[in-house]
C-alpha cells in the first residue's frame, strides 16, 4: 500500500471514530487526546491532519457542505429567472437546515476560529466551506447593484451561527420563520 493511501486510511479512520465518539458523548466531552486514545496512535499524528476539533469538524463537514453546493447550484440553474431574494432565500433555508443538523459542531468551529482570517487580505486562511458558501451568495449580489462582501460574510456567519439560531428558536421561531427574517432582512431590495 502507497504511504499516501495510508495517510488517507488514517485521516478516514479519525475522522469516523470522531463521529463515533461525538455522537456517544457529546462533541464537547470528547478531546483530541480521547480520539487518539481511542484509536492507538500517538497525538502527534491527529495533530499532523487536525490542528484542533474546529478543523477536524471542517473535514467531517466536508462532505455534507460538497451536497450543499451541488443542491444550491442545481436549484440556481432550474431557477435562473427567479428574484435574488427567491434565491437568497433559498441558500438562507439551506444553511440553517445545516446548521440545525449539525449545530454541536458549528459551536466547536465557531469558538476555535480565528475570526482575523476572514478577512479578504488573509483569502487564503479562510476556511474552505466558508469561500464555498460565499461563492453562492455572491453572483446574487451581482446580478443587482448591490455587491457587499461585507454583507455576504454576514449571511454566511448568521445563518450558520448556532448560538444565535438557538436563541431565535427558544425564543419560539420556527426554522421557516428564522429563514423569512433573514431573507427579508438581507435580499429584501432583490425581490
Same mark, same amino acid.
Given at each position: 500500500?502507497?504511504?499516501?493511501?495510508?495517510?488517507?486510511?488514517?485521516?478516514?479512520?479519525?475522522?469516523?471514530?470522531?463521529?463515533?465518539?461525538?455522537?456517544?458523548?457529546?462533541?464537547?466531552?470528547?478531546?483530541?487526546?480521547?480520539?487518539?486514545?481511542?484509536?492507538?496512535?500517538?497525538?502527534?499524528?491527529?495533530?499532523?491532519?487536525?490542528?484542533?476539533?474546529?478543523?477536524?469538524?471542517?473535514?467531517?463537514?466536508?462532505?455534507?457542505?460538497? /451536497?450543499?453546493? =451541488?443542491?444550491? +447550484? *442545481?436549484?440556481?440553474?432550474?431557477?435562473?429567472?427567479?428574484? &435574488?431574494? $427567491?434565491?437568497?432565500? @433559498?441558500?438562507?433555508?439551506?444553511?440553517?437546515?445545516?446548521?440545525?443538523?449539525?449545530?454541536?459542531?458549528? /459551536?466547536?468551529? =465557531?469558538?476555535? +476560529? *480565528?475570526?482575523?482570517?476572514?478577512?479578504?487580505?488573509?483569502? &487564503?486562511? $479562510?476556511?474552505?466551506? @466558508?469561500?464555498?458558501?460565499?461563492?453562492?451568495?455572491?453572483?446574487?449580489?451581482?446580478?443587482?447593484?448591490?455587491?457587499?462582501?461585507?454583507?455576504?460574510?454576514?449571511?454566511?456567519?448568521?445563518?450558520?451561527?448556532?448560538?444565535?439560531?438557538?436563541?431565535?428558536?427558544?425564543?419560539?421561531?420556527?426554522?421557516?420563520?428564522?429563514?423569512?427574517?433573514?431573507?427579508?432582512?438581507?435580499?429584501?431590495?432583490?425581490?
Amino acid at each position: 500500500m502507497s504511504r499516501e493511501r495510508k495517510k488517507q486510511e488514517m485521516t478516514e479512520a479519525i475522522i469516523d471514530t470522531a463521529k463515533r465518539l461525538f455522537a456517544e458523548h457529546g462533541i464537547e466531552a470528547v478531546s483530541m487526546h480521547m480520539i487518539a486514545q481511542e484509536l492507538e496512535i500517538g497525538q502527534g499524528t491527529l495533530y499532523r491532519r487536525f490542528a484542533n476539533k474546529a478543523e477536524l469538524c471542517f473535514a467531517m463537514l466536508r462532505t455534507d457542505f460538497e /451536497e450543499l453546493h =451541488s443542491n444550491v +447550484m *442545481d436549484y440556481m440553474k432550474e431557477n435562473a429567472d427567479a428574484s &435574488g431574494y $427567491v434565491k437568497g432565500k @433559498f441558500i438562507i433555508g439551506e444553511l440553517i437546515t445545516m446548521n440545525a443538523k449539525h449545530k454541536g459542531w458549528f /459551536e466547536v468551529m =465557531s469558538s476555535q +476560529m *480565528d475570526l482575523k482570517s476572514m478577512h479578504p487580505e488573509h483569502i &487564503g486562511q $479562510v476556511p474552505p466551506p @466558508f469561500l464555498v458558501l460565499q461563492s453562492m451568495i455572491a453572483p446574487i449580489f451581482a446580478e443587482h447593484t448591490t455587491q457587499d462582501p461585507f454583507a455576504q460574510s454576514l449571511i454566511t456567519a448568521w445563518c450558520l451561527n448556532p448560538i444565535l439560531i438557538r436563541v431565535f428558536q427558544e425564543r419560539g421561531y420556527s426554522e421557516e420563520e428564522i429563514v423569512e427574517h433573514f431573507a427579508e432582512m438581507f435580499f429584501k431590495e432583490l425581490k
